[in-house]
């Protein structure tokens, strides 16, 4: 075997890999297994980061040989045999079409001192103790094996004794000192057990990584990403640990991705992953618990159910991840944990194709979501996350000027209220409902009302966290705005979004360079993030890099296709430079924009700000405000409004939304 990365034992599910041994043990026996099948097990195993393909395959397990690929193929199929795997799982051995092949289960690399004990042989005694991953119990098994021929002799184990050559004093001397290595095992079991019970108990991070098809010729997206979604809100509702929301995870859709190096960007001590595909009326799920720091998979089950009883599974996989994990749960955390939002297989498929096209986060998505949404609940009126569904899209269609606020904000507010009625234990109800007032009804103590009972019902809500930060902006108190802006950042560290709040949260409280480090965290994260590039561009207009806060606005515009709601901020950009004549442009641009689409008065207000036209700026900041344009909700903190702040008309417009 050549150019293997290292000769230390590889542990992955029940197996252990030897390559000085060439030997392949399930719970520490011997797997049948030929030389060649081992060689190929442990090319694989030893270069699992690749794709393999079938010429250095054969190169490296049969070399100086002409062996036809059929006999790779043959040897594959032996090795998943070997492994446990079903036809059409992949969980060790995945073909790659027209690539060759990968090793894609969790593996640990050690040494043989770090190995639990698994067999140990001495003299005639063959001593082996096996743990159950579920429940931890052993069973200890002493064999005595009576050699009819002194011949025989296994050298992968070491050769036994025929017991008729030994003396009654050998015998007897033979088993006290068999007494003693059970006593000693059974010590070395019970302190392996305590250590693995205390590692498993310090696991208080997860995510739930996107569930991959197991067929990509009839993946259904929405239903391996709203598999994922759906796991992620059962298990949030637990308050002993930090689950990563979807906006972290959903990014990581590659088939050929390992659950340890996820794990670890995430910065997460355990990730579920899995498999799912849906056949007609049936579905097959397999999930699997990985711990980060060790590779140890702490649990591992296959469901292969009507599609009726999806709701089954989640609930057997949600419990099965906290008893992994040892935690104990409180009534109401348990009956969160199995709570169906609908028991309608088909009203839940149209949530999920809903939320799939929401999560693009485009005006498009939004759109398209809401038709999903309304079939979900024409199946289930009862369905208050679908009602949920349908106040975030509108909400976000009219924040982004898609829509008017005077039409999508009452709809929104409409379908949050009903999804309340429903169910007003439900935290994301809570905050969109908090949302939509703080925008466009100025109702401030009824908004952090609802801001707060969202948390209170689950403080591990980043979104409804970041959201409370700018109400907390909005009433001037911006120390609180930053403390809750990283809060939300702790429960989601590797989001560009949170990165943005609290860069934002920074720049309202006039702390220009630390909100520019925030902001580049953000970009740099994701260079297309708009979010980051929007703060970036005022922060340097406060600093007066005019040029830069140019640049960061042109990437907005393009980023985001040209829309109006945005177009104003470019227009600002080039009004504070002194480059009237671009600025002009824009508004001129605007202006024959609105003749045919929503174009909202404030981005016009803003390029008369950065121009210096205080008449202008307050005749169109009026048109705003019966507008009811959400960001007027900041005159008290934003940086933008300070040239207008010592005009009375301006104190007027504050009394008017409400802020004094």
Known sequence: ?????????????????????????????????????????????????????????????????????????????????????????????????????????????????????????????????????????SDVEVKREQEEKASVANPGLGARWRLGSISPAALVGCAIATLGLIAALSYAWISSTRQKTSARATVKSIAVLPFKPLVMSSRDESLEMGMTDTLITKLNNNRQIIVRPISAVRRYTNLEQDAVTVGRELKVESVLEGTIQRADERVRVTARLVRIETGERLWTETFDERFTDIFAVQDLISKRIIASLELKLSSEEQNQLTKHYTENPEAYQLYLKGRHFWNKITPEGFQKSLGYYQQAIERDPNYALAYVGIADSYNLLGSYGVLPLRESHPKAHAAAV???????????????????????YWDWPEAEKHFQRAIELNPNYSVARYWYSQYLQRMGRVDEAITEAKRAQALDPVSHNTSAHVGLALYRARRYDEAIEYLHKAIEMDANALDGHIFLGFVYVQHKRHEEAIAEFQKVVTLSGRNPSLLGLLGYGYAVAGKRGEALAIFKELNQLSKRQHVSSLEIALIHIGLEDREQAFTWLDKAHKERAWVLGFLKVEPVFDSLRSDPRFTELMRRVGLI
């Open 1 to 137: 075997m050549k150019n293997l990365a290292s000769q230390n034992p590889y542990l992955f599910a029940e197996f252990q890999l030897d390559p000085l041994r060439r030997v392949l043990l399930k719970d520490g026996r011997p797997v049948a297994l030929n030389p060649k099948a081992v060689e190929l097990l442990l090319a694989l195993v030893a270069r699992r980061a690749e794709v393999l393909s079938k010429d250095q395959l054969l190169s490296e397990v049969w070399p100086d040989q002409i062996v036809e690929e059929n006999n790779l193929t043959v040897h594959i199929s032996a090795l998943r045999k070997a492994l446990g795997e079903k036809k059409g799982e992949h969980q060790f051995i995945v073909t790659i079409p027209g690539r060759g092949y990968r090793f894609v289960a969790s593996v640990r690399e050690v040494s043989e001192d770090d190995l639990d004990l698994t067999i140990i042989e001495h003299t005639s005694a063959q001593i082996v103790i096996e743990e159950d991953e579920t429940d931890g119990e």
């Open 418 to 440: 009903k999804a309340l009625e429903i169910d007003d234990d439900l935290a994301e109800a809570h905050n969109a409902l908090a949302a939509i007032i703080a925008d466009y």
